[in-house]
Each structure stands twice: as structure tokens, then as C-alpha cells.
């Protein structure tokens, strides 16, 4: 089992910045890739950004390009997502997830996902 704690989220105006931190433990945490999803109410759960654990390297969703940022601590087991130019769009909880299998970062096909941690971005 994996256990995933997210961190970080809260109540930001706009054009502000959050940093949200998620960190893994567990016996079996050997992961391929970590990534960030958010959910607004009433929507879907939507792809965010994800990192390859080993190389490090990123894939992001295109509403998000440079404004957010995803990086990891491999000595911490910890990802981060760095955001700025927060808009009132950003508002959703955002979840962490990690997954083992080599495979397309952008779905949900991911095999433990935290609980999740909300950001609220005020207009």
C-alpha cells in the first residue's frame, strides 16, 4: 500500500501563487511517474501535471503551461506544484497520485491518490 498526503491548498487571490506539496509513504512505493489532478464542482476530475520519478521528466495540461510547475524530492518521496498567476478557473481540489506502470500520464489510470486539498482562488 501507498499512502499519499496532499498539503499545501487554501484561499488565494488572484494573480497569487500556492505551492502544494504530497507526500508518499509505503513499503511498495516504487513509482513511475506522480501527478497532479483537480476537480471543480461539478466537473470532472482533470489532468494537472505529472513527473517521471526516475528522469524527471514533465508533462502539463495546456490550460496550465507556464504558470504551474511540478517537480519532485526523491530523497523526501515528495512532489510539489508550484502555481502562479492563480486564476478564479484554478479553483478545484487538487489530488496527488502516483501510479507504477509505464503508460499515457494524462488519464486517471493511476493506482493510489491522496485526498485531495483545495484551492480557492478569489476574483
Known amino acids: 500500500q501507498v499512502q499519499l498526503v496532499e498539503s499545501g491548498g487554501g484561499l488565494v487571490q488572484a494573480g497569487g501563487s500556492v505551492r502544494l506539496s504530497c507526500a508518499a509513504s509505503g513499503r511498495t512505493f516504487r513509482p513511475y511517474a506522480m501527478g497532479w489532478f483537480r476537480q471543480a464542482p461539478g466537473k470532472e476530475r482533470e489532468f494537472v501535471a505529472a513527473?517521471?520519478?526516475?528522469?524527471?521528466?514533465?508533462s502539463y495540461a495546456d490550460s496550465v503551461k507556464g504558470r504551474f510547475t511540478i517537480s519532485r524530492d526523491n530523497a523526501k518521496n515528495t512532489v510539489y506544484l508550484q502555481m502562479i498567476s492563480l486564476k478564479p478557473e484554478d479553483t478545484a481540489v487538487y489530488y496527488c497520485?502516483?501510479?507504477?506502470?509505464?503508460?499515457?500520464?494524462?488519464?486517471?489510470?493511476?493506482?493510489?491518490w491522496g485526498q485531495g486539498t483545495q484551492v480557492t482562488v478569489s476574483s
Open positions: 513527473i517521471r520519478w526516475s528522469v524527471g521528466t514533465t
Open positions: 497520485a502516483t501510479r507504477r506502470g509505464i503508460g499515457v500520464l494524462t488519464t486517471t489510470e493511476y493506482d493510489y
